[in-house]
Structure formats: structure tokens, C-alpha cells
């Protein structure tokens, strides 16, 4: 049976502290989740956010949507919370001027998009305007501190949520670092990131979480009772957008985590990609 993770517990056993609720870009209560299974919806392509798509719901978990673009493959299923800016119901778009897109990788010629769009809108059945929520403001400035105790999407298995803390703070970024894993995970953000929440949010709004990761073979727990003292990766350039990695097999055990940083003026060698 599923038990919910004891933070009360957890927290003690760490000495550490929770972010407080006013540093995240959350609503206070997380939002109900009225969507259904096969509801359609308009989403903003992740791949290509200057285009609107018309996307299907997967999965409803918590307060979050599991969301695949019509015309798209089962590859490319991507995560919004309800109250998502970049969701809105189907004829949003057309009133405010726009055309509906084709996704990226749409999987039939760009000609067929037309009929394959009626088609697809044919019969759906929508989601209602009213379920759709606000985005909740974003904090006026970054509030989080060093080794403060947060839940934070793993964005390389965005269906999970999971025990983290804040490794560093810099300027409007944070350092989200997974407790119990050996930084593989890890990645910088904006305090206002939609993929954060306070301690408590999964239990609150009905989604499973990720405890941390386990003792390794020593015996000795791999949890972070201290704020690394070494300094971590500085935040990538703020205009870089990554795409979402393909989910990883749930299956096997984490392989060791390798960091390789090479100076954007070296090459590699022929092995190594650094342009990446
Ligand atoms: N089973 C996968 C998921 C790891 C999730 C880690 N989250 C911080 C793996 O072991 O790679």
C-alpha cells in the first residue's frame, strides 16, 4: 500500500527546513483537477513555444495533466499543471488572431494538416473553459535559500516528483539537487519555475512522490544533511531552452553520474559533442 512520505520525519532527521510557500510560483492550495482522460485542449508546442497545438490528456495525476499533440507520437507526452499559462481551451487561440499549428514532427505531410485538424476536432470532446485555472503570480524576487527542503519535477522523468534541496542561489536561478542521487538529476532553474513546490504540495494535491534515493552499498545513508561546501556548476546561459529528454527506463538501477564540462574553445575530440 502507498505511504505517503513523512516529512515531519525526514526533516528532523536532516536538521533542515522547508522553502516557505511565498517563495514559489504555486497557489496557495493546489488547484482541483476537474480534467478527464481524452479531454482536448490547446497547448503551447514545448518544442516550439511560438505555436499553438491542439493536445489530448493522457494522464490526470494531482494537480497536473499528462499531455500528448495531436498529430505527435507517444514519444514526445509532456506535463502542465492546470493552472498552466500555456494551456487553454480550444478556440483561444483563433479568438486572439492566431492559427492552430501543426506540432513539431507532425507525422504526416504538412498538407494533410488542414483535414487531419478537422478531423481530429470532430466529435472530441473538449475541455470546458471552466476548468482551466489562473496562473498564479509569480514572488517579486527570488526568496530561497541554501539547503532549504523543496518538491521538484525531475525533468528527465517529469512524471515524478521528488524530495529535493536547494544546492545554491544565484541572482534569479536555484539549484535544485536531488536527495539521494548523485547530482545526474540536477538542474538550475528560476525561483518562479512552474516545476517546484513546497514540501507537502504532492500529499495536498493527490500526486505520488518520490522519496529520496537510497542508502548506497556502504551502508552509509546517502541523504544531505549539510549544504554541499563545494561549489556547484553556475547556471547555464538564461536564454538556453533544452528539449525534454525521452523518458529513462524505470527498470534498471542509475548508472554512476559522469559531469563533463569542456571549454566552449576545446574540442572533444571526435567522441564528444561540445557544442552541446
Ligand atoms: N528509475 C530511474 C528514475 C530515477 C529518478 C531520480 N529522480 C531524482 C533511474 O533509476 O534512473
Known amino acids: ?7 515531519d520525519e525526514y526533516l528532523k532527521e536532516t536538521n533542515s527546513v522547508p522553502a516557505p510557500a511565498n517563495c514559489f510560483k504555486q497557489a496557495i492550495e493546489p488547484p482541483k483537477n476537474e480534467f478527464k482522460v481524452s479531454m482536448k485542449l490547446e497547448a503551447l508546442d514545448p518544442r516550439n513555444v ?29 506535463w502542465r499543471l492546470v493552472d498552466s499559462r ?12 492566431g492559427m492552430l499549428q501543426p506540432p513539431l514532427g507532425f507525422r504526416m505531410n504538412a498538407s494533410s494538416w488542414p483535414m487531419f485538424l478537422t478531423k481530429t476536432l470532430n466529435g472530441a470532446l473538449m475541455a470546458p473553459a471552466n476548468i482551466f485555472q489562473k496562473e498564479p503570480p509569480s514572488p517579486k524576487c527570488n526568496l530561497f535559500q541554501v539547503g532549504q527542503k523543496l518538491e521538484a519535477v525531475d525533468k528527465k522523468n517529469p512524471q515524478l516528483i ?32 512552474r516545476d517546484i513546490f513546497p514540501v507537502g504540495w504532492c500529499a495536498k494535491s ?29 547556471p547555464p546561459p538564461i536564454t538556453s531552452t533544452v528539449a525534454e529528454a525521452p523518458e ?10 559522469i559531469t563533463i564540462q569542456i571549454r566552449k574553445s576545446c574540442s572533444g575530440g571526435p567522441l564528444i559533442d561540445s557544442t552541446q
Open 1 to 7: 500500500t502507498y505511504q505517503p512520505f513523512d516529512w
Open 50 to 78: 511560438t505555436s499553438t497545438c491542439i493536445a489530448t490528456v493522457i494522464t490526470v495525476l494531482g494537480s497536473r495533466l499528462r499531455l500528448r499533440l495531436d498529430g505527435s507520437d507517444n514519444k514526445n507526452d509532456f
Open 86 to 97: 500555456e494551456i487553454n481551451p480550444v478556440g483561444h487561440c483563433e479568438k486572439s488572431g
Open 162 to 193: 521528488c524530495c529535493a534541496t536547494v544546492g545554491a542561489v544565484k541572482n534569479d536561478q536555484i539549484h535544485v539537487t536531488f536527495d539521494g542521487w548523485r547530482g545526474a538529476f540536477d538542474y538550475w532553474c528560476k525561483y518562479d519555475s
Open 206 to 234: 493527490g500526486h505520488p512522490m518520490q522519496p529520496p534515493g537510497q542508502k548506497n552499498n556502504t551502508g552509509h545513508s546517502r541523504y544531505k544533511f549539510k549544504p554541499a561546501l563545494t561549489a556547484p556548476v553556475p
Open 248 to 257: 529513462a527506463d524505470t527498470s534498471a538501477p542509475p548508472p554512476p553520474p
